[in-house]
Structure formats: C-alpha cells, structure tokens
C-alpha cells in the first residue's frame, strides 16, 4: 500500500477500514515548550510558540495530527476565572468562580469572539491550517457542558448539585451549552479538523450510568448535533466500557479509552460503532524505558489494530511535562514499525508471552 | 444434651451475623442509591441494640468499604462515594459527635491537598475518616512550605496528602525531605490520580503508604495508629 496523507490516514481508520498503518496522536501539549525551551506559562502566552511547538513536535516524533489545545482552564479563564501556572505541569484552574450555587441563577456565557484567551487558541488554529493544510488533522477540544462545572464551581459542589438542585442543574447545563457549541464551532471555523468533546465526568468512574443516561448522555446527543463537524469524546483516562452503546448514539465517532480496561474488551464492544483512541498509560510513561514504550505499544497494536478503527495515543489526553524524549521517540518508532497495515504478525503473537515480557522488563 | 448451650450459641451468633450481614447490605443499598431516609432508619433502628462505636464499626465501616471496593472494579461511581460518605458522616455525627469522648483514642493526624485546587479527594477521604469514628484536621489546600510548618506545629503523626496532579504528586518528595529535615516522625499516607495510574509513585516520593480508595485510607490509618502506639 502507498503511504497515505496523515489526514487520509486516520479518516480511513475513523471508517473502521485499515489504512497504511495506525495512526498516532501524540498529546503532548507542553513538550512543545521544551523545543525552545521555554517556560510553560510564555510558551502559552502566544500562538506563534504554540504553532511552532506544534510543527516542531510532529516533524521530531511523526505523529498523524497537530492540537489546538492549550490547557484545560482555558474555558473558565473565559468566564474570568483565575489560572495556576506551574512550571513542570499543566496550567491549573484556580478557585471556582460560581462562589454559591445561586449565582447560576444569572450566569451568561462569555462571546467567544470577544474573548482574549479563546481567540488565541483560534489564531493558533488558523496559522495551524495555513502551514499543513489537509496534511493532517488539526484537533479542536471542547469541554462538555456537564464536565465543565468541575472547573467553574469545584467537583464536590458540583456532584450535590446534580442530586440536589435539578433546576440550577439544569440551568446551568443550558448556559453551558450554548457556550460549548459556539466554542467548538468557533474551532471548527478556525481550521479545527475536528471536535475533542472532553467529558469526563459522563464515564462510569464518575458517574453511574443511570444517572448518565438522564444527563450527560442527553446532553452530548443535544450539544454534538449542533457541532458542525466530526467530534470524538474523551474520558481523560476513565472507565466507558458498560456505556460504549450509549456513546455511540450520542453522534460521536470516536471515543477516548483508558489503561483501567482491557485494551481488546474494548475494541470487541466498539468495533464497527466508535474507533477507539488510547490507551498508554501516560502517568506510568514518565518512567519507561524505550525497550518497555517498545513493548507495551505492540501489545496495544495487538489488541485493537485489527480491521482498523484504531488510533494509538495514550489514555488522559495529555502526555505529561515529565515523560523523556526518548520513550516517545520509541513510541513514535514503534507505532511506524509495528503498526504497518496488515498486521500479519499479530496472528503469531503469544498475548500471554508478551504479558511475561512486560512483566520481566517492568521489573 | 451436653452441648446443646454450645449449638444454641453458635446458633444465636449465626443469625446475628446473618442479621448484620443482611442491614450491612440494606445500608449499602441505601448509599449508593444515595437513599438519605432509608440510611438514616437503617441507624436509628441499629441504635437501639448497638452502642455509637459498634454501629461505626459493624455497620458504617463496613459499608464504606464495599463502596469503596466497588468503585475500584468500576461497579460504583466516584460520585456515589462521594455521596455515600457525606451521608455516613452526617449521620455519625448525630450519634458520635466531634468531640464525643467515645470517638477513638488516636494520635494526631491531618489531611492536606497539595498544590492543586482539586478537592474532591481529600473531601471524599475526610468524610470517610470522620465516618469510620476518626477525626482528623483539615488543612484545605496548601504548599509544601505550608504544609510542612503546619504537621510541626501540631505535631501531626499521620498525615494524609491528596492529589490529582502529577507535580502536586512529585512535591511529596519535598514535604517528606523537609520533615525528615526537621526529625519529624510523621507517616505520609497518599492518594489520588497519578498514585492510581502508576503503583510505584507512592514509594518513589517518600510515602510510607498509598491508599486507592477512601476505605483503603481507614484500613491504612487503623495499622498505623495501632503500629505507633
């Protein structure tokens, strides 16, 4: 098979066909601040560094797409809410902004368009769509309407909410999905590719599916209908199996699956339904070896890169500042030599002995 | 004949078991459907028969710890434990108030989120602890600085650290050199994300012990307290 654009790539795979090999997203979002070797808060203070950051990381570690994401608060640093840099880690959100539950009563959405920290992230994609074009996909990321108020009002708060108070619930999730659409399609319009909708609190780590099916199950199959572009929802490393059904009626393509479930229970309970994108496991990353990255990516391959569908990255979305250049060089080289459509060595491999040899270099 | 008291007790012993078995599960059952009514009847009917400290310790430990279990094979959600242990703390706090001379006899201990404003965690943890007949201080969220003059003031022996960030999780390293710095003996115990996500953290950062879940915490604690006293 003739190499195939980045782009072409992971569509053919989005189509549960096989492409010329796996694709690759690397998240890795603050890396690109090593290259120049900047500290993170500058490197985020302009979209040029995080263009460059971008191109300069896709160029060293052959990855299948470029993201327009910044860092997390930068949806309620939106509402005015306070960020928290650090300078080995992701900016963090600060103190929540809905200081008692009665503010929700009168809370409006910020306009995208007049937003500084949005446009930022907008002009990044826009310079991001000029360099590489349909090369590769350019992922936008949204936070969901139901995840979002971990941010704006702090999670305990926000659990008691959702039991407790169904009107402010349901107000609040109203103000947060006009904003959600209007900061995706924004991306969209931008240069994004397609839509990340990052939801965590809808996996079964954090919610039971019962109360999902009522909230964020409704609330993704309303807000994604008015994305006007493909979407794939990410669970930042929790569990999603006994909801994959549900998901996939929600209009997503993909879906983001963690280290705490089998890599191959997944892709049976997705196959032809929603491509999977993960799931290395990026906190353990920081102390791999090459030879382990080596190993535990053809595992990964192994168990899900069958008959396409697949897309190899790690399991939270975001690779941590501490994870060494060299295990996502032996990540990147590995997804290039193991990840070759057809997988004919897969047929041979022992799952079992692979299990042993990964305990044995663990150790 | 002759041992017929002995089948009678054995007798009696099984259904009471049978019987706390069966109101464990009720009261399970009422948490994670986050019943707040049925939970409460389940402790005042238990009340009658039963001092503050064995219904804490028969019924409400118990409990914790199947919820606890629960979420960590993935059949509960973080928000029913959540939930689950604000119930069990206020109801425990009806029977065996703050500062109840029957609550346990422990040594001094605190609870602190580092760095990050992520508080769930700790909440969750907190409300365990006090549910399980603990009580502990709060510090809220702090830096290592603070947290470090804070245990030497109080003289804290065990401390708990919650986080959700991995360089929150790494600044441990740094509270434990700067309390060894100053001869403390406290015990580190940790929790959250980046612990769950690599097993090994725990120890690479200096902490005598890692807890998965907020009832791992109560079982941890209990071996400490009982290992230093």
Redesign the interface.
């Known amino acids: 098979m003739t190499d195939m654009t980045s782009l072409q790539r992971v569509l053919t795979t989005l189509g549960h066909k096989e492409p010329d090999r796996v694709p690759f997203f690397l998240l890795a979002t603050m890396h690109g601040a090593r290259e120049p070797g900047m500290p993170i808060k500058e490197y985020f203070s302009k979209p040029e560094n995080v263009v460059e950051g971008q191109l300069r990381m896709r160029a060293k570690y052959r990855h299948d797409c470029l993201c327009g994401f910044f860092y997390a608060p930068i949806e309620v640093e939106a509402w005015g809410a306070e960020v928290i840099y650090v300078e080995d880690g992701p900016p963090n959100s600060g103190t929540p902004f809905i200081r008692s539950v009665e503010d929700i009563k009168n809370l409006e959405p910020p306009r995208v368009e007049e937003t500084p920290c949005l446009l930022k992230v907008l002009s990044a994609l826009k310079m991001l769509k000029a360099k590489v074009g349909d090369d590769a996909l350019i992922i936008g990321v949204a936070i969901s309407p139901f995840s979002l108020p971990v941010m704006q009002m702090g999670f305990d708060k926000y659990i008691e909410l959702t039991y407790e108070q169904p009107e402010l619930f349901d107000r609040l999730m109203k103000v947060n999905e006009e904003f959600c659409v209007a900061w995706a399609n924004a991306q969209l319009a931008a240069g994004a590719t397609a839509i990340c909708y990052f939801d965590p609190i809808s996996s079964t780590t954090v919610t039971p599916r019962e109360t999902y099916l009522k909230t964020g199950f409704q609330i993704a199959k309303r807000t994604l209908a008015r994305i006007k572009g493909p979407t794939a929802t990410h669970f930042a490393s929790g569990r999603c199996l006994p909801i994959v059904n549900d998901v996939a009626q929600t209009g997503t393509a993909g879906i983001g699956v963690s280290v705490l479930e089998d890599l191959a229970d997944t892709k049976a309970a997705c196959r032809g339904k929603l491509s999977i994108l993960g799931n290395l496991n990026a906190i353990e990353m920081c102390r791999w070896t090459p030879e382990y990255a080596t190993a535990v990516v053809k595992d990964a391959i192994a168990k899900a890169g069958t008959g396409g569908g697949y897309i190899l990255s790690d399991n939270h979305g975001e690779i941590p500042w501490q994870v060494p250049e060299d295990v996502l060089l032996a990540v990147s080289e590995a997804v290039h030599t193991w990840g070759r459509y057809p997988l004919d060595w897969v047929q041979e491999y022992d799952k079992q002995a692979l299990s042993r040899g990964l305990r044995e270099l663990e150790a | 004949m002759g041992n017929y008291p002995v089948m009678l007790v054995n007798s009696e012993e099984s259904r009471m078991e049978k019987n706390t078995g069966e109101l464990v599960n009720a009261f399970e059952r009422a948490l994670v459907s ?1 019943d707040r009514l049925a939970a409460q009847k389940i402790v005042t009917e238990a009340s009658d028969s039963w001092s503050p400290v064995q219904l804490v310790e028969a019924l409400v430990v118990p409990a914790l710890e199947r919820i606890g279990a629960g ?1 960590e094979q ?1 059949q ?5 434990v ?2 689950s242990g ?1 119930i069990c703390e206020e109801l425990v706090d009806t029977i065996l108030p703050h500062s109840s001379p029957t609550r346990k006899n422990q040594p001094k201990m605190a609870i602190a989120v580092l ?6 965690g700790k ?1 969750i943890v907190y409300s365990v602890l006090r549910a399980s007949g603990w009580e502990l201080q709060d510090y809220g969220r702090v830096t290592v600085d603070e947290l470090v003059s804070q245990v030497r003031r109080d003289g804290v022996k065990i401390l708990l650290i919650s986080v959700l ?4 999780a ?1 600044r441990v390293k740094d509270v434990r050199a700067k309390l060894n710095g100053m001869g403390s003996d406290v015990k580190i115990v940790v929790g959250g ?2 612990f769950r ?2 097993d ?2 725990w120890k690479d950062v200096g902490a005598d012990a890692m807890g998965r879940n907020a009832s791992e915490a109560v079982g941890i604690v209990t071996r400490i307290a009982e290992e230093i006293s």
């Open positions: 986050l979420w993935g509960v959600a973080l928000s029913q959540y939930m604000r760095g990050d404003y992520h508080l769930l909440r960030m991995l360089p929150s790494l994300a980046p996500f690599d090994r953290l």
